[in-house]
């Protein structure tokens, strides 16, 4: 597998009814390091939000289902084909990886009797700032019943209080 993993991220199992730790990267001899803190020193300028994300996959209610060790292959760091692995036959069920080209959601939202800015806006109230694929289904919801406004975005914070967009983790 040498050359073809980028990262090994693990955690330590805990019992089901317990909150599950984040991931941290794997650096050899039984040592790992905190995301954040793995990437403020070997920067991946193609990953997005790689920390927040996963603790949104693994973190919490059911965060045990995402298990306890990913395997990331080089893929979404590399721009070359022939230098890109994945654990499938080639465009067979996989993943993906947390580079900015597989995590972006092209979300097209248009309405007759709308403006451009009126959609932007209730786009804005369900999704905050820093949209996540959770928000989705609120916003949908909130469409179809014909809410102009979320109250507050599915991150739960007021919509003036949401922090300013962030593509990338450091």
């Not at 990437?39 to 995402?66: F, K, Q």
């Not at 499938?88 to 080209?101: K, L």
């Not at 597989?102 to 309405?111: E, G, K």
């Amino acid at each position: 597998m040498r050359g073809v993993l980028d990262l090994i991220l693990t955690r330590r199992p805990v019992p089901v009814a317990d909150n599950d730790a984040p991931f941290e990267v794997y650096v050899g001899n039984g040592q790992t390091q905190p995301i954040d803190v793995y990437l403020g020193v070997h920067p991946h300028p193609t990953y997005v939000a790689v920390a927040a994300r996963l603790r949104d996959l693994a973190v919490g209610l059911h965060g045990e289902r995402a298990g306890d060790v990913l395997l990331l292959a080089h893929n979404g760091d590399r721009d070359r084909p022939e230098d890109r692995f994945y654990f499938a036959t080639p465009y067979h069920s996989w993943h993906g990886s947390p580079s900015e080209q597989d995590s972006r959601i092209p979300l097209v939202v248009a309405h007759a009797k709308r403006s451009a800015a009126a959609l932007q806006a209730t786009v804005r109230s369900y999704l905050g700032q820093n949209p996540r694929a959770q928000a989705i289904g609120a916003l949908l919801v909130g469409l179809r019943e014909g809410k102009a406004s979320a109250k507050t975005p599915v991150s739960g914070r007021p919509p003036e209080q949401e922090a300013a967009p962030s593509t990338r983790d450091k």
